[in-house]
């Protein structure tokens, strides 16, 4: 087998394998839960294969897949709806692309950035559009408890969490949500932190 990408995630114990004819296989930890196989099996991933997969990123038992065209895909445990489907499901599935109509706004904006946390995700489009989805428990997408701890459809987050700036750089980490500006700000919002940014300290919008 003649790879071109290989990735490792979750400590090492699950690895994605990509060939020089764009055929991906998975190794390890996920691979086994989906399969139902030994975990040092190389399983072949049809969904992903030919595909151009450009980037892998993961969270705790999920893998996220963004191709050339900025088109994502999904795969793995669903319990908090961090794999976008249709319900929450706690079996390992396999990977499936999330329509692009579920992270976009517009025919003319693509993903251009994906972040995943312990069990949720963010998503920044083109058009500087940030949608989130999974596990909001510590408001980690939205900082309102009028939204539920699991979210399995991407929403848009509002622009206001950081004060409609062009963003740079996004980031979950744990339980957190971290945004970077172009013009240097950084904001924050989840696990026990309100939405920081610059300097300051502001509280939670309503």
């Known amino acids: 087998?003649?790879?071109k990408f290989v990735c490792?995630?979750?400590?090492?114990?699950?690895?994605?394998l990509i060939t020089k004819n764009d055929q991906v296989y998975s190794i390890g930890y996920l691979a086994s839960k989906i399969y139902s196989i030994p975990g040092n099996y190389a399983q072949f991933i049809d969904e992903l294969?030919?595909?151009?997969?450009?980037?892998?990123?993961?969270?705790?038992n999920?893998?996220?897949?963004?191709?050339?065209?900025g088109q994502l895909y999904s795969m793995g445990n669903n319990y908090y709806g961090q794999l976008a489907r249709s319900d929450y499901d706690d079996r390992f599935l396999i990977a499936q692309r999330i329509p692009n109509n579920m992270i976009s706004d517009s025919t003319d904006s693509t993903i251009i950035m994906i972040s995943c946390g312990?069990?949720?995700?963010?998503?920044?489009?083109t058009n500087n559009r940030l949608y989130g989805w999974g596990f909001n428990g510590y408001q980690q997408i939205f900082v309102n408890n009028s939204y539920p701890d699991k979210i399995k459809t991407p929403s848009l987050l509002p622009d206001y969490y950081f004060?409609?700036?062009?963003?740079?750089?996004?980031?979950?980490q744990g339980h957190k949500s971290i945004v970077l500006t172009q013009s240097g700000l950084v904001y924050y919002w989840g696990n026990r932190v309100t939405i920081i940014n610059g300097n300051h300290q502001s509280s939670k919008p309503n």
Request: glycine share 2%.
């Open 1 to 3: 087998m003649s790879t």
């Open 8 to 16: 490792e995630f979750n400590s090492e114990t699950t690895c994605i």
């Open 49 to 60: 294969s030919n595909e151009t997969i450009e980037q892998f990123y993961n969270g705790n």
């Open 62 to 69: 999920y893998l996220l897949a963004l191709n050339h065209l």
């Open 118 to 125: 312990y069990y949720h995700c963010l998503a920044l489009t």
């Open 163 to 172: 004060d409609s700036n062009q963003i740079n750089y996004i980031k979950c």
